[in-house]
């Protein structure tokens, strides 16, 4: 970057201070968040212009130094989405405009964190060995239910990152969100101990002809993984204030890549009278209702976020495990195992793991499915089966949300959402759901055939 750009870059961070409660509440970045869903990064512009306008604010003025777009939406974010204000391939085109940039960075940047918690949990591992050699035990064996998918809201890393550089924001790099990473890597994963007795075959060489038995202590460690919640306190060392703007970075970043990390469905505390027992008759399973905004539920907790708000994934969850198996599993004990089994994700909802895991837990088969894919989905359906997906902005939410397929009539699909019975009972074209699904769903979405 030459000395005009970072002099214009400088100028432009500075102004940003001054308007530094509106990037606190989110409510600004917001604006260009939701415009840059629809219409890009030019509708991110458009959208924090007229937030200004609407809200009689005066830094557009101020801002003109670098269209203020770059300082509202990534001012703590140019070396890691954005790859800095310019790309390397065109010094006066803004990142903003490369889309394919965009997508390796956030590739890239994927890939390193996944990469630095597969070392947190050979860590782990290593503090297990190690806890194991003092017990005198005879054997050991560890539960990781992370081997298949680790469980992560990369947007939470990023933004609580950013937000601990503060002032320092030109500092920010990949390498160096790695490096503060690692330095905290035996805090992203604990574990449990427990002990059992087992009965082992002795295969002492010299009694090969007979089977004999013993008895042998195990110990069972079982890992988990801490959270991005509290990854705040512990390795990145936030304050409140910066805790705050690290979660307005997570949910616009989410809402600006489409990824659908950020579930919350707007609640408030007003919940709504109870709706029963509602069953769906008109697929070809008969499927359970349950709706997280339902009086007896809705405040109930779902981690330290309650089910009202944040509850479409267990809620979607119990609805699948209740209409496929024998057991009635309500959003209070769906939100609970999530919880304790590291499917909640503090203020965003849920992993995209909860899905194939609470399948897996109630010995329902699950497939991961993506939008190229309408096929698939059609004959799941037709054979019985239910389909969560995990939308983006559109008809169902303003930025994640979990729903379940569970049907097709007339060419259309029937739904269960569990924010809202009204959208229930409509039928939708499978354009509209193909469209709105997740574009960069993790643990093998944004489509799960289940059943």
Known sequence: MNNQEKSSLSQAASTAQTIHGAIKTGKAISAAAKGAAVGGPYGAAA??????????????????????????F??????????????????????????????????????????????????AEARIAQDFATTGGDNYE????????????????????????????????????????RQG??????????????????????????????????????????????????????TDEQKALAGDYAQNLSLFLGDGMFQYTEYGGTTIASLGNIRFTDGATEVVYFNQLDERWANKPYGTDNIG????????????????TDD???????????????????????YHSLIPSAAKAWGLNVEGCTASEPQRILDALSDGKLVVAIMTKGHFTSGGHFIVLRGVQDGQILVADPASYRRSEKLWDLSIILNEASKRAGAGGPFWLIG
């Open 309 to 324: 708000g944040y509850g479409c994934g267990p809620t979607s969850m119990s609805i699948v495990v209740s209409s496929l």
């Open 47 to 72: 959208g924090a212009a007229i937030y200004a306008a609407q809200h009689g604010k005066k830094f557009l003025a101020a801002a003109a130094v670098l269209l203020m777009l770059p300082v509202l």
């Open 328 to 350: 009635i599993v309500d959003p209070v004990e769906m939100a609970e195992w999530a919880y304790q089994n590291g499917g909640w994700c503090s203020k965003s909802g849920s």
């Open 142 to 181: 560890v539960i990781n239910p992370y081997a298949a998918d680790m469980s992560s809201n990369t947007n939470s890393f990023i933004a609580q990152y950013c937000a601990a550089k503060g002032e320092t924001w030109d500092t920010i790099s990949l390498a160096d969100m790695q490096a503060v990473l």
């Open 74 to 123: 990534v001012l703590m974010l140019p070396s890691l989405i954005f790859g800095g204000l310019t790309s390397s391939g065109n010094a006066g085109q803004p990142i903003l405009n490369d889309n394919t940039a965009i997508v390796q960075n956030t590739n890239d940047i994927a890939f390193s964190v996944n990469q630095v918690l597969g070392e947190g949990i050979t860590d």
């Open 185 to 238: 890597k035996s805090s992203l994963y604990s574990y449990t101990r427990t002990s059992e007795t087992r009965t082992v075959e002795d295969d002492d060489p010299e009694t090969t002809d007979v089977v004999e038995t013993k008895e042998e202590t195990w110990y069972i460690y079982t890992l988990s993984y801490n959270g991005e919640g509290y990854f705040a306190d512990t390795v990145f060392h936030l």
